[in-house]
T-cell receptor, first 114, second 112 residues
């Protein structure tokens, strides 16, 4: 079945460092791919998404490119801030999935030190 | 526009007790869902609804009931609480299929 694998955390970086959080997926066809972020004590919120191969999603300085050839959707940011400390979730959805179920990764905790 | 609201924020139950977690949204979204979040396991779908009067099971439905009598409300009922149901519960909604979901702030439930 479909699955999403994220790099294990926590990931600890210093402020202004470059960030990469890896996400790979297993799915047939062409799913839509998402990154959600959960700040401490809050619910999840959509960070960015991509719906077809080679699409790049971007928001708040974060980017991710839908790579069909490597089945990946890695999250990147050029210069992280303390306020980026959160848990990041990668997810996929098949538009034709009649069960309407998002498939979630386990989440990666990011800690940014000043 | 309050978005998705959940009550209560925290709850402690004894084994065997029942309770209802409330969820409401004011965005006229058709799709609503309930997830549980456990450490290291991401989110797991409990139940979902694609519109008023229509509900279906997700990945982990056992021990939970839902109903959807209005577009706005989607309560989750625990029939007989067990320690394995200790978790953080999130309600979410979206316009149609769960493309862009809007999450509530969560309910932290502890079952003793």
């Amino acid at each position: 079945g479909d699955s999403v694998t994220q790099m294990e955390g926590p990931v600890t970086l210093s402020e202004e460092a470059f960030l990469t959080i890896n996400c790979t997926y297993t799915a047939t066809g062409y799913p839509s791919l998402f990154w959600y972020v959960q700040y401490p004590g809050e619910g999840l919120q959509l960070l960015l998404k991509a719906t077809k191969a080679d699409d790049k999603g971007s928001n708040k300085g974060f980017e991710a490119t839908y790579r069909k050839e490597t089945t990946s959707f890695h999250l990147e940011k050029g210069s992280v801030q303390v306020s980026d400390s959160a848990v990041y979730f990668c997810a996929l959805l098949h538009p034709m999935d009649s069960n309407y179920q998002l498939i979630w990764g386990a989440g990666t905790k990011l800690i940014i030190k000043p | 526009n309050a978005g998705v609201t959940q009550t209560p924020k925290f709850q402690v139950l004894k084994t065997g007790q029942s309770m209802t977690l409330q969820c409401a949204q004011d965005m006229n979204h058709e799709y609503m869902s309930w997830y549980r979040q456990d450490p290291g396991m991401g989110l797991r779908l409990i139940h979902y609804s694609v519109g008023a009067g229509i509900t279906d099971q997700g990945e982990v439905p056992n021990g939970y009931n839902v109903s959807r009598s209005t577009t706005e409300d989607f309560p989750l009922r625990l029939l007989s609480a067990a320690p394995s149901q200790t978790s953080v519960y999130f309600c979410a909604s979206s316009v149609g299929v769960p493309d862009t979901q809007y999450f509530g702030p969560g309910t932290r439930l502890t079952v003793l």
